[in-house]
């Protein structure tokens, strides 16, 4: 998603650029974030030789464009049949956060992870639905957005919908009972509060919400959100901030491990983890829960990477990998 909408504000402008880590960050996500380093020091996919440094945030928002009308109608991205086709028949959020297969034996058998694709590919056809403020406990947001999109008009909503089929296939095969918040078995929604709660319902080991963000040209790489400690109104994460960074953390690692992808060059300092206090999807956790921004979807190079069947399996894989260490302690 883009730094705009019911889940964000803009963060504050700051500079950074991409290259070795530095020994904190190795300590932060132990052994794989400064693996990375090493694998782009000596070429390796995913930078491209190191990205001029830019700004974010407020700088980003106003780069990127509200989704346009391909949105109305994107198409499949390459490779799109690698993933598991979603449902089209209208539903409601019971039906597809129970859509999922008996849990297995293996070494997550009894662990629930919920799977919350980002936005919903029918939104752009309910505006009024969508803008609906809901109460995230702090304060009022719309119910959701459109998402943002490639420029060639690859939705964020489809490309989250099929990263988390593939990461639901992944995680099913190691004994999960998998959820997921909706399967484009709805209209539109659900709602940033109803998403929380279908993760509070399910008594979730682990929910991670997946998204691919919408700023600027140049800014490049993926970034893990983190709660922050917010004790306001329906909101309280305190029981949630630590066991969430850990969660957090174990993701960022194999997602670099999978993808050969850097941390983002525009949030974060580097590090691929932000914690912010805004997001109604966070606010009203009670269980862990993450967000991962998985690229920029308006950098053409992140972009050719989040069209790639291929690359997405391998970002399923980095985050489903991350999920598993997590449950397994």
């Known amino acids: 998603m883009s730094y705009t909408g019911p889940d964000f504000d803009p963060p504050p402008s700051r500079r950074f650029r991409r290259g070795p ?3 904190a960050l190795a300590a932060l996500v132990p052994g794989a974030l400064l693996g990375w380093a090493v ?11 190191g990205d001029a440094s830019t700004s974010a945030g407020a700088s980003a928002s106003a780069s990127s464009p509200a989704p346009s009308s391909a949105d109305a109608s994107p198409p499949d991205g390459p490779d799109e049949s690698d993933g598991k086709k979603p449902s089209t028949s209208p539903g409601s959020a019971s039906a597809s956060s129970s859509a999922s297969a008996p849990a297995g034996t293996g070494p997550l058998k009894g662990k629930v992870v919920v799977i919350d694709p980002g936005h919903n590919p029918g939104n752009f056809r309910h505006t009024a639905e969508i803008n609906r403020q809901v109460d995230i406990g702090t304060n009022s947001k719309e119910c959701d957005t459109t998402g943002t999109s490639t420029n ?4 964020e909503a489809k490309f989250a919908l099929d ?4 990461m639901r296939a992944l995680l099913e095969e190691q004994g999960a009972t998998v959820k997921l918040t909706q399967d484009d078995d709805r209209p539109f929604g659900p709602c940033i509060d109803e998403r929380a709660r279908i993760g509070n319902k399910a008594k979730a080991d682990a929910v991670v919400s997946i998204h691919a963000d919408g700023s600027g040209t140049g800014n490049r790489g993926f970034h893990v959100i983190l709660p922050g400690p917010v004790n306001s109104g329906a909101a309280d994460t305190r029981a949630i901030v630590e066991p969430s960074r850990e969660l957090g953390e174990r993701i960022a690692g194999n997602f670099v491990r999978a993808t050969g992808d850097g941390p983002s060059n525009y949030v974060g300092g580097g590090t691929g983890l932000v914690t912010r206090k805004d997001l109604g999807g966070l606010n009203l956790s009670t269980v862990p829960k993450v967000f991962i921004e998985c690229g920029n979807m308006r950098d ?9 069947g291929a690359w997405r399996q391998k970002a399923a894989r980095g985050i489903s990998e991350g999920i598993a260490s997590f449950l397994r302690g």
């Open 21 to 23: 880590l530095t020994v």
């Open 39 to 49: 694998y782009a020091a000596v070429g390796g996919s995913g930078d491209d030789g």
């Open 152 to 155: 060639d008009g690859f939705s």
């Open 163 to 166: 990263v988390a089929h593939r």
């Open 300 to 308: 053409s190079k992140d972009a050719a990477l989040l069209t790639s």
